[in-house]
């Protein structure tokens, strides 16, 4: 698909352009680092992120980052305040939440029916897995990883359907269109009651904007809880949806990510992208 090969090489580029950025990089060097003439490259990325690299540039680097922290843009109170709707973003009340019960959790999957399908999007391909009451896993694939040992690893005790679900093809759609569903995108979680309670704080934190792991620790109202929270978030079964990318270090580093941190940058960049241009409109 055209669309995510570009994506890839807009993703090559953002990685450049993040361990190099101190030295601002220019066109022609980020071009070649991408095997495309400086023209070509210039019209791809301002066609795909809106911008040129040279202004891409300004919203992806660490400075930035912590920017958004010491302005106070990172703390939830201030999320509930600026919450965007519209491209971009998939707000907390386009999704519903269910949740197994704990015993279900811990049977790994035994008797449960799962759809899978992996779909295209501007930032990689997705495997998505579906039971019946919702998305319950979807991940970025790593190049050269079976979708069905990576599901098979994660739920031993599951049968598998290769076909995509209903809320599996509103999400495609949404990265198709970028239009806001008008139904809810069901998520049917599966963890333990904590990292359920971390995961839906994740929902409330708007595009384009960033919380650190203590921020969320307070948001469940447990405080104390910071290294915890960090560990469930390292979970996080539903990429992208559940916005975990938004999340950085008290620092205000970019820190990990669990498909990757260029692809953190590249979905952060994007999203910053969209606010800009927003409020340009």
């Not at 066109?27 to 301002?46: D, G, I, M, T």
């Not at 999320?79 to 999704?95: C, K, P, Q, T, W």
């Not at 704990?102 to 029916?113: I, N, T």
């Amino acid at each position: 698909m055209e669309k995510t090969y570009h994506g890839h090489i807009i993703e090559r580029a953002i990685h450049y352009i993040v361990e190099n950025y101190r030295s601002q990089p220019s066109l022609e060097e980020v071009s070649k680092h991408v095997h495309l003439s400086k023209y070509h490259f210039q019209r791809l990325f301002h066609e795909w992120a809106g911008v040129t690299p040279k202004q891409f540039l300004q919203y992806i680097t660490v400075e930035h980052a912590k920017k958004c922290l010491y302005e106070g843009q990172s703390t939830l109170a201030t999320a509930y305040e600026v919450g965007l709707s519209g491209n971009g973003r998939l707000h907390d009340m386009f999704i519903k939440i269910e949740s197994c019960t704990p015993g279900e959790f811990q049977k790994r999957g035994e008797g449960l029916v799962l759809k899978y399908q992996v779909i295209d999007s501007p930032f990689g391909k997705l495997v998505i897995a579906e039971s019946d009451l919702g998305i319950t896993q979807m991940e970025f694939l790593k190049e050269n990883t079976s979708p069905i040992e990576l599901l098979e690893s994660i739920f031993p005790e599951a049968c598998f359907r290769q076909e995509l679900g209903t809320y599996g093809q509103m999400v495609r759609d949404y990265f198709t269109n970028w239009k806001i569903p008008e139904k809810q995108i069901v998520l049917d979680l599966r963890g333990t009651p904590f990292q359920v309670s971390v995961w839906k704080a994740l929902l409330s934190v708007p595009s384009a904007q960033f919380v650190a792991y203590g921020d969320i620790a307070k948001a469940i109202n447990k405080p104390n809880a910071v290294r915890a929270v960090g560990t469930a978030i390292g979970k996080n079964p539903i990429a992208y949806l559940i916005p975990c990318h938004r999340v950085i270090r008290e620092t205000g580093e970019m820190g990990g990510y669990g498909w990757g941190k260029d692809k953190k940058y590249l979905i952060n960049g994007f999203e910053n992208v969209q606010l800009r241009n927003k409020r340009i409109a």
